[in-house]
C-alpha cells in the first residue's frame, strides 16, 4: 500500500496525469468560449500536455496562460484560416449532399471524390498544426505546410491520433455525457504521448541540421526518412524551451525550426 501511493509510483503517476487531464480540459474549455480563441488554448494545451508525457511539467497554470499568451497572434490566424476552410468544405458538403441527382451522377462522384481527398488534408492538418506550433517556431506558411508533411509521413500516428479523438467524441455524444470533463485534455494527453517520438526525431534532425537548437535550419530540410512508428515518450527531448534562454523550460517552443 504504501509504495502504491508513492508519487513516483506508476499509479500514482497515471491518477496525476488524469488530474492534469481534467484540470487543463477546463482551462482550454473556459478560454474556447470566445470561440475566435480556440486556436490559441489549443495550443497552449498541448505545449503543456507535451511537457507532462516528458515529465517536465512545473506550474501547469503558469504554463498554460504563458503559452496562450506568447502563442496568441499566430494561433488565431492559424484557427481563422482554418474556421475558413473548414465553412467552405462544409458549405460544398451540403451542396452536394442537396444536388445528387441522376443524371448528373458521374459529375457528382468526381466532386465528392476531391471533397473527401481535400477533408482528408484538413484533418490533418487540424491534428498536427497546434501541436507543432506548440514545440517548434516558425513561420505561419511553414507550420501549416509541416503539418501537412508530418501528418502523412507518419500515418500510422495520424490514424491513432484521429482514433483517439473519434472515439472519444463518440462515447461523450451516445455513451457517457460526463466524459465531456477528460474531453479535449485527455485527447491531447494522449495525442502529445503519441507525437513525443515524431517530434524528438525533429529536434534531433534540427540539431544535426544546424549545429546548435537555438539556431534557424534551412526552409528546405526535409523529414526523415525513416516511416516507422517512433519511439515513445520514454525517451526525452534535451532541446531548450527558448534558444535565448536555455534555463527557461515553460515557454512557447522546446526548439526553433524555419521549415522541415
Not at 62 to 82: G, H, K, M, P, Y
Not at 218 to 244: K, T
Request: charged content about 15%; overall charge negative; hydrophobic content about 50%.
Amino acid at each position: 500500500m504504501r509504495s502504491l501511493l508513492n508519487p513516483d509510483s506508476p499509479a500514482m503517476r497515471f491518477l496525476t496525469r488524469i488530474g492534469y487531464a481534467m484540470y487543463l480540459n477546463a482551462l482550454w474549455f473556459l478560454c474556447s468560449i470566445p470561440l475566435v480563441t480556440i486556436g490559441a488554448s489549443t495550443t497552449a494545451l498541448y505545449s503543456v500536455m507535451q511537457k507532462v508525457v516528458r515529465d517536465e511539467e512545473a506550474g501547469i497554470t503558469r504554463s498554460f496562460f504563458r503559452a496562450f499568451r506568447d502563442n496568441f497572434r499566430q494561433a488565431t490566424v492559424v484557427w481563422l484560416i482554418l474556421a475558413a476552410f473548414g465553412a467552405f468544405l462544409g458549405l460544398d458538403a451540403y451542396i452536394l449532399l442537396h444536388l445528387r441527382t441522376g443524371s448528373a451522377g458521374a459529375f457528382w462522384t468526381i466532386l465528392t471524390a476531391i471533397l473527401v481527398v481535400l477533408a482528408a488534408f484538413y484533418l490533418v492538418e487540424l491534428l498536427y498544426v497546434f501541436p507543432l506550433l506548440a514545440r517548434f517556431e516558425n513561420t505561419t506558411q511553414a507550420l501549416m505546410r509541416n503539418a501537412i508533411i508530418t501528418g502523412f509521413h507518419f500515418l500510422i500516428v495520424t490514424v491513432l491520433v484521429a482514433a483517439v479523438h473519434f472515439v472519444m467524441g463518440y462515447l461523450v455524444i451516445f455513451v457517457y455525457t460526463p466524459l465531456m470533463f477528460l474531453g479535449e485534455g485527455l485527447c491531447a494527453l494522449i495525442s502529445a504521448w503519441l507525437m513525443n517520438g515524431i517530434f524528438r526525431q525533429l529536434e534531433e534532425r534540427a540539431m544535426t541540421e544546424s549545429g546548435t537548437a537555438g539556431e534557424m535550419i534551412p526552409s528546405e530540410w526535409e523529414l526523415p526518412e525513416n516511416n516507422e512508428l517512433p519511439a515513445g515518450p520514454s525517451e526525452q527531448s534535451h532541446m531548450s524551451a527558448d534558444p535565448s534562454d536555455p534555463s527557461d523550460s515553460s515557454d512557447q517552443s522546446d526548439s526553433s525550426v524555419e521549415g522541415l
